[in-house]
């Protein structure tokens, strides 16, 4: 009964996934899926979708074949322990640098809509000084958080589209079916920047309370894909995809100006800034926690804040060294493409073959005997 | 245990194991010595040396303290039965001489509650705690008998929980009083009065209340060990039993919710919660208990649930008045005039010229003010506090907009912040509400929306990570997907006919507490 057992529910796990998975990628991804490809933006989206889904069912399969072990010793399992120590440390590094992009794009987002004078190096430490305060509480309390804000968070969202609906016009999505397999490659990896995130599923996935239903995990998957075919159907039909690549970050410019009438404000901005802030510390806030764990199972201290204060420094740097915005979003896309697709998609996908491999091997051992 | 002494909690056997190294002897006179040594300058302890017997020959010590123990009790079934009875029928002198403490204890005195004690120590407690003691010559135990009688404040309506519809019974100061008030509505074996004795020296009297197959046992042994953990002089109010035993003491939001509500007691204790009421204190404490439980009043029960819906999403609303609308204010008209529409805008910054204040300090000043009178009306008394409220609020707000230190919307939203927190129901919760409400402020002033944002999001943090009594504290607003039915009780309210389930603190086979009616009538009519 004492303190936090740091079991969470299924139903937790998927909160978890589906708010770390939504942040500042869904700011620019209409921008940047306009820059790659002309039209038929959601046909791209769709199928980036589809190659998260197998990639987080990879992770499902993980936990379900590790039933409540950590990630770590479950590496550790899979590809020995320097292995494990190699692959944790490119987990850290991952971790810091998405985190420190993430806390840059907000910075800046902020920096333009509320708070214009203020430093942005005040913004970005007190987001990440309160993330360390949620990563000393665990995950345990994630869980929870993330369940309490994403029902608040959806009954907000879908109000503010309602809101932008009184400006598209769908016309500005055709023509459709027009895009080339090779266009849709093109895209797909640009758009999986605005899905990092979701591995977050195997650094928690010891923690489930009933790991065998941990193919719930790509329910998660499909939720977010279904918001962001939502973002870009309202983004596309409200600019079309010539203007699209004018604007830095669309989908706040959606709701720039809603014009109703009889409407007490004509500006949702407070909703949508709020809203944001919360999307975006849930999202850190996993990252940041899944970071904390992995170095802990490195060095084997205890003090998970003082671990994520350690984090801290480096991440911080990391978030001010791109010069500018341009900077950041190029930064980006390089770490998406070469680091990040190794350590999201590759190493559990080793781990994977590696422990069913074991498992054959065990078996065969059993019957052999 | 008898059920009077159950009922009454009036030994915790263990709490008693600690005390009383000094047996009775056989010596009445040293007995009697050895009393009136611990009990001197006590002026309010009465001794009174008799004879009993047909002539006399047996001697004993009646000693009981004035104002506590009942007179009327003391004086016809103890002292005229020892004294004046006991000469009528001459006992038989054989077996007087050798069991004087039977006859005593058995055929003379007619006091339903009555046990003996073996220490002097333990005796000296139950005189304190207003019983009767009889110390017989040569006879190695004291008689207690149970005289407790003292003036208790009548039974009155609750001052803090009013409810338009419901009873009009608050809890008393008297412990026995509010157990049987609670007992009174539950004529149920399984519900269970343990009783506990807390304070080294003071030795209060604390029960804990609860049904027995309901209630979680884990539950009651975290309370068993923590009430038992306390170590502390005297306990004077529920509300040092509350302090000690909460989970984190550091938190500014309350996690044990305290009523004066004997309603509301017995209605928590079938949803499988415990409650413990403390002697002289009329605020009884539930656990566990969450935000939920602290939003709810009594009220919303006795009426229909559209109307109780209704009133439930009104006052978490209010609650989010309460705790945004000075910071939002602050955040918006200095930080983001752009989101205001143009017209707001103009209005506010016309109202606004001439204050030579920042928007954040007009708030400070303003709502520090409101606590202060607030403070002024709780201490003085009702007649008078009602004028402050006048002179602070119309008098000095309109002076402060005359001279233009403060603008007149400032005025508006800090009436309006003050008004909703009124409409929590739980105190403890407002106050937690009132603090934030200054830390908003201050954060709107430093870092705007922004900081708003992020004061709300650590605040979330803190309250996730709460628990009371192993039930997380936003229960069960953080784990409802597997049934929404868990939502039935919360910021909605269903028709009563659809609470079947009890909450999810009880166990899963006890869930079930009604039968489905709305099906029945249905079958009638068609």
Redesign the interface.
């Known amino acids: 009964?004492e303190?936090?057992k740091d079991i969470i529910?299924i139903?937790?796990m998927i909160s978890i996934l589906i708010l770390t998975a939504i942040s500042t990628g869904i700011l620019s991804l209409p921008r940047r899926l306009a820059e790659i490809v002309p039209f038929d933006h959601w046909i791209v989206l769709l199928v980036a979708g589809l190659v998260v889904l197998a990639m987080v069912a990879i992770y499902a399969w993980i936990i379900k074949l590790k039933p409540g072990e950590q990630y770590f010793d479950i590496l550790t399992d899979a590809l020995s322990k320097p292995g494990a120590y190699i692959a944790a440390l490119l987990y850290i590094v991952y971790y810091v640098g998405l985190i420190g992009f993430v806390t840059r794009i907000f910075g800046e987002v902020?920096k333009v809509y509320?708070?214009v004078k203020?430093p942005i190096e005040?913004?970005n430490v007190?987001?990440l000084v309160?993330c360390i305060?949620?990563s000393r509480?665990g995950v345990e309390?994630?869980?929870?958080?993330s369940?309490?804000?994403l029902p608040i968070g959806s009954v907000v969202t879908v109000i503010l589209f309602l809101l932008s609906l009184t400006k598209t016009n769908f016309r500005n999505l055709l023509p459709v079916f027009q895009i080339s397999p090779a266009q849709v490659l093109q895209g797909v990896p640009a758009t999986m920047l605005s899905f990092l995130g979701l591995e977050v599923a195997l650094f928690f996935g010891g923690n489930l309370e009933k790991p065998k239903e941990s193919t719930k995990i790509l329910f998660a998957v499909a939720v977010v894909v279904l918001f962001y075919l939502a973002v870009l159907v309202s983004a596309f039909s409200q600019f079309g995809p010539i203007q699209m690549k004018s604007l830095v970050w669309p989908t706040l410019d959606l709701f720039d100006t809603v014009d109703i009438p009889g409407l007490?404000?004509?500006?949702v901005?407070?909703l949508v800034?709020?809203t944001w802030?919360?999307a975006v510390?849930s999202t850190i806030a996993p990252l940041y926690l899944a970071g904390t764990i992995t170095l802990k199972s490195i060095t084997g201290f205890g003090d998970q804040a003082a671990l994520a204060a350690f984090l801290l420094t480096f991440i911080y740097f990391v978030s001010l060294v791109p010069e500018n915005l341009a900077h950041v979003y190029k930064a980006a896309d390089g770490f998406t493409r070469y680091f990040a697709s190794i350590v999201v998609v590759g190493v559990p996908l080793i781990v994977l073959i590696s422990l069913l491999v074991q498992e054959r091997l065990k078996k065969g051992a059993g019957e052999g005997a | 245990m008898s059920l009077w002494e159950r009922l009454f909690g009036k030994k915790g056997e263990d709490a008693d194991s600690d005390i009383g190294e000094i047996k009775v002897s056989k010596s009445l006179d040293k007995n009697f010595k050895m009393i009136k040594d611990m009990l001197e300058d006590c002026d309010d302890v009465l001794f009174r040396e008799i004879k009993m017997g047909i002539d006399g020959n047996y001697r004993a010590v009646v000693i009981s303290i004035d104002g506590m123990a009942d007179e009327n009790i003391v004086n016809e079934h103890i002292l005229k039965n020892l004294m004046v009875e006991s000469r009528i029928a001459p006992p038989d002198i054989g077996v007087l001489k050798r069991q004087a403490s039977d006859v005593v204890r058995d055929k003379t005195l007619s006091a339903a509650e009555m046990k003996e004690v073996e220490t002097i120590e333990q005796a000296v407690i139950d005189i304190l705690t207003g019983d009767t003691v009889i110390i017989l010559d040569d006879y190695d135990k004291i008689i207690v008998i149970g005289t407790k009688g003292w003036e208790i404040r009548d039974v009155a309506a609750p001052e803090t929980e009013n409810v338009i519809r419901g009873p009009r019974q608050g809890f008393v100061e008297t412990l026995r009083v509010n157990t049987a008030l609670i007992r009174r509505r539950i004529r149920d074996h399984k519900f269970k009065i343990k009783g506990y004795k807390v304070g080294r020296r003071s030795k209060s009297d604390v029960c804990v209340l609860y049904v027995e197959d309901l209630v979680n046992e884990d539950l009651l042994e975290e309370l068993d060990k923590r009430l038992k953990s306390i170590d502390i002089d005297v306990v004077v109010d529920s509300g040092y039993i509350e302090q000690l035993i909460e989970d984190s003491w550091n938190s500014p939001f309350p996690q044990v919710q305290h009523t004066e509500r004997p309603d509301v007691v017995t209605a928590e204790l079938y949803e499988g919660k415990a409650a413990i009421v403390v002697d002289n204190s009329p605020f009884v404490l539930l656990v566990p208990s969450g935000f939920n439980a602290m939003m709810q009043s009594a009220e919303d029960y006795y009426e229909r649930w559209g109307i109780a819906t209704f009133i439930r999403i009104l006052r978490y609303f209010a609650l989010l008045i309460a705790l945004y609308m000075p910071a939002l204010y602050i955040a918006v008209t200095t930080y983001h005039p752009q989101m205001l529409p143009a017209k707001l805008l103009v209005s506010i910054a016309a109202n606004r010229t001439g204050v030579p204040f920042p928007a954040v300090m007009e708030a400070v000043i303003m709502v520090i003010t409101l606590e202060i009178l607030r403070e002024a009306g709780v201490r003085l008394p009702g007649a008078i506090g009602q004028t402050i409220g006048i002179v602070g609020a119309v008098i000095i707000g309109q002076a402060a907009v005359d001279a233009g230190i403060v603008g007149p919307i400032m005025i508006i939203i800090v009436s309006i912040t003050a008004i909703a927190s009124f409409t929590t129901p739980s105190y403890n919760l407002a106050i937690a509400i009132r603090l934030l409400r200054l830390v908003l402020i201050v954060a709107a002033g430093i870092l705007g929306l922004y900081g708003v944002t992020l004061v709300t999001i650590v605040v979330l943090v803190h309250l996730c990570g709460l628990k009371s009594f192993g039930m997380p504290y936003l229960t069960p607003y953080t784990s409802y997907i597997k049934k929404a039915s868990d939502l039935k009780d919360t910021f909605i309210k269903v028709p009563l006919s659809n609470m079947h389930d009890r909450e999810t603190i009880v166990k899963e086979s006890e869930r079930k507490r009604m039968r489905d009616h709305r099906d029945e009538d249905l079958n009638k009519e068609g």
Not at chain 1, 141 to 145: A, N, Q
Not at chain 1, 264 to 267: G, V
Request: glycine share 6%; aromatic share 10%.
């Open positions: 009964m303190g936090n529910s139903d937790q902020i509320l708070l203020t005040i913004i007190s987001i309160s305060y949620l509480k309390v994630l869980g929870r958080l369940m309490f804000i007490f404000i004509e500006n901005q407070v800034m709020s802030v919360m510390f």
